[in-house]
């Protein structure tokens, strides 16, 4: 009996054995399509499939937006009364926005000086009126550097607006073509002849010259024509030039090269009578754009062209209450 159903047994293990080895192979054979060889199999073939039905999907999205003017920034001005002192802290409670800064790809056939190398850097920007004056905040984070003998070896910092509504963000130009003036564009620019702390801006009346700490009030037509009030071919009686501003660094008790931020205050009334500046009212928009001249661009200093400036991204719309 032991034996019968030993064999019995032997026989029922090895008929089992049989299917298990039948039901294996065909497990196998179709796993090969299925499970096991279905992960490996699958998902080589899911990984080309999602790559280019999402490729073409993505590409399409990104491509505007990379290769547009980038995105579009906006700020609303605070109701505010600012002190231009150079101390920001009346600006804490004020929200700014932030602007990418980059230096101009020079087109080829443009005879333009090629500059040195800066790296790309966001600067903050925080706007303010208390109905009768504009008021800028620049926070620029970079080393201190100041010279008072040589002002291309201290930073220089312009802030533009719109006069003409068809004057591209390049000084007036557009992108496609920065020899092509498309309109006046109203210009601070700061060069730093004066100390930290001190009040730079104003000058003769009828000129945008500041002789002595030159924050002048320019105006531009292109990127290649720019003059202060009353200075171009067209004479201008009402140059008005009440602009005023001073700058400090939060690290210059450090020395030079010490990491810190460049604070630029200024301010000018909302309106100036002066067809060289842009006029400015309340629950109007304001266009500006924003430019930046790193002493640390060359051995010798900033140049002309190499500044970092913000008209990639267009006009920065700037909103007052
Ligand atoms: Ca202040
Ligand atoms: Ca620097
Ligand atoms: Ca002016
Ligand atoms: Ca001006």
């Known amino acids: 009996m032991m034996n019968l159903l030993t064999r019995r047994g032997a026989k029922a293990v090895i008929v089992l054995l049989a299917a298990l080895a039948v039901l294996a192979l065909v497990a196998v054979a179709c796993g090969g399509d299925d499970d096991d060889g279905a992960s490996p199999t699958a998902e080589p073939t899911a990984a080309p499939t999602d790559a280019p039905t999402d490729d073409p999907t993505d590409a399409p999205t990104a491509a505007p937006t990379d290769a547009g003017d980038g995105d579009e920034i906006t700020l609303d001005a605070a109701t505010a009364t600012i002190t231009v ?157 009440s602009l005023v501003g001073v700058w400090t660094h939060t690290a210059s008790a450090d020395g030079p090269d010490a990491v810190g931020v460049w604070i630029f205050e200024m301010s000018r009334p909302l309106q100036t009578g002066d067809a060289e500046d842009a006029q400015f009212e309340s629950g109007g928009t304001a266009l500006m754009a924003l430019a930046y001249f790193d002493p640390d661009e060359t051995l010798e200093g900033w140049t002309d062209t190499g500044h970092l400036q913000s008209a990639e991204s267009g006009w920065i719309e700037v909103r007052l209450p």
């Not at 009346?90 to 700014?96: A, P, R």
Request: hydrophobic share 35%; charged share 30%; with cysteine.
């Open 85 to 241: 002192d150079g101390d920001s802290s009346d600006w804490s409670d004020i929200e700014g926005v932030t602007v990418p800064m980059e230096q101009i790809e020079i087109p080829s056939g443009v005879d333009w000086d090629e500059p040195g190398p800066l790296d790309d850097i966001d600067v903050t920007l925080k706007m303010a009126t208390d109905g009768g004056n504009l008021y800028a905040l620049v926070e620029v984070p970079d080393d201190y550097d100041f010279d008072p003998a040589d002002h291309n070896l201290s930073p220089s910092l312009a802030v533009m607006f719109l006069i003409d509504a068809a004057a591209g963000p390049h000084m007036g130009a557009e992108d496609e073509d920065l020899e092509l003036g498309l309109g006046m564009v109203d210009i601070w620019h700061w060069e730093l002849d004066c100390a930290a702390g001190l009040a730079s801006g104003g000058g003769d009346p009828g000129s945008g010259d500041d002789p002595d700490c030159n924050l002048d009030d320019e105006f531009a037509l292109d990127p290649e024509d720019r003059e202060d009030d009353g200075g171009g071919d067209t004479a201008n009686a009402d140059a008005e030039n």
